[in-house]
């Protein structure tokens, strides 16, 4: 579906990363609706609303009053140890909550796109592709694959994209492992960095540009939206660390499991981008070069 300058598109968690960045990228092409839950804020040019998903009886009447054209769902308990420690409430908002939008989206005729996770993976096998079966390690995993399904049972025409490790620059009020990595060694304070926890990290520009493409491509069903290399948390610090002139020696590298997790993270999550770099004609940026352009926007203060 193109995106038409009529059109009005919702994107739920507008305060978040990826929520923050794609309803940027869309203002201005079309009236952009964006919703937040704790933190009031969003790009400009994007209306602003308050949704909390755990008030389930206010989400069909919210979406009702701004009747969108496509709805864009990434409101999320993403921390995984907060969603293991609460699961009644991981469950409230990233299951219940979704198959509440999609009932709203059936109901009103629109377009519905879903974030999900590579953490739907055990992570046993690595480089996943969309017909490997899912075998969550943690209730954020288990919460986001129900998502996926109730979703898919109500809009079997939805688009469904998993996606990796998000890195770049966040809302005002939200992070990425980047920014992290910023935060912590620009202190000169050390960082422990896992060596074996393999991912295909994706630049949030990257993962906007591709939802919009899929948009355009009316892309239908399950795809991995990923970055173009698999790369470990302590790799992927090395090179931000190499980019943005940060003291690699304050990278303290550890194995997952010598760390105290609540929540079971898989070793190797990386997915398998392939079907949709091939239906949609997507071309992930190389890590190197992103993070070349990132520091560079860093410097000149542009990423705000
Ligand atoms: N970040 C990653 O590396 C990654 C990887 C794979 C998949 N994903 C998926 O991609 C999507 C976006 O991730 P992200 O990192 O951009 O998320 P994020 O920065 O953690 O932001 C989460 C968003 O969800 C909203 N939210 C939280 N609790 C809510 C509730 N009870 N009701 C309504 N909204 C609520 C937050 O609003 P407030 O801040 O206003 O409370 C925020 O806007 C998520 O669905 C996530 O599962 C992310």
Avoid at 90 to 118: C, H, M, P, Q, Y
Avoid at 159 to 176: A, D, K, N, W
Avoid at 182 to 197: H, I, P
Wanted: aromatic letters at 8%.
């Amino acid at each position: 579906m193109k995106i038409a300058s009529s059109h009005t598109v919702l994107v739920t968690g507008v305060s978040g990363t990826l929520g923050w960045n794609l309803s940027r990228r869309l203002a201005g092409r079309c009236r952009v609706v964006g919703t937040f839950c704790s933190h009031k804020v969003a790009p400009s040019s994007v209306e602003a609303i308050g949704l909390d998903l755990r008030n389930i009886d206010r989400v069909a009447d919210a979406i009702r009053s701004i009747k969108p054209h496509i709805i864009i769902h990434l409101a999320a308990l993403t921390h995984p140890d907060v969603c293991e420690e609460n699961p009644q409430v991981a469950f409230a908002i990233n299951r219940d909550g979704t198959r509440e939008i999609a009932l709203a989206a059936e109901t009103l005729g629109a377009k519905l796109v879903f974030a999900s996770t590579d953490l739907v993976f055990d992570g046993s096998k690595g480089n996943y592709c969309e017909d490997d079966e899912a075998h969550p390690l943690s209730v954020y995993g288990k919460s986001k694959l129900e998502a996926e399904r109730a979703l898919l049972d109500i809009c079997p025409d939805a688009f469904v994209f998993r996606t990796s490790l998000i890195y770049g620059f966040g809302s005002p009020v939200s992070g990425t492992f980047l920014t992290a990595l910023l935060q912590r060694l620009g202190k000169g304070e050390s960082m422990k960095v896992f060596t074996d926890q393999k991912r295909s990290p994706i630049l949030v520009d990257d993962l906007a540009r591709a939802i919009v493409l899929a948009l355009e491509k009316d892309l239908t069903g399950r795809y991995h939206i990923a970055g173009s290399e698999v790369l470990t948390r302590y790799e992927f610090a090395r090179l931000v660390c190499e980019a943005f002139g940060l003291d690699e020696t304050l990278l303290v590298p550890i194995k997952m499991a010598e760390f105290d997790y609540v929540a079971k993270r898989p070793l190797d999550s990386s997915l398998d981008g392939t079907r949709f770099r091939h239906v949609s004609g997507f071309t992930p940026t190389p890590t190197v070069s992103a993070l070349g352009r990132l520091a560079e926007n860093y410097r000149n203060q542009k990423w705000k």
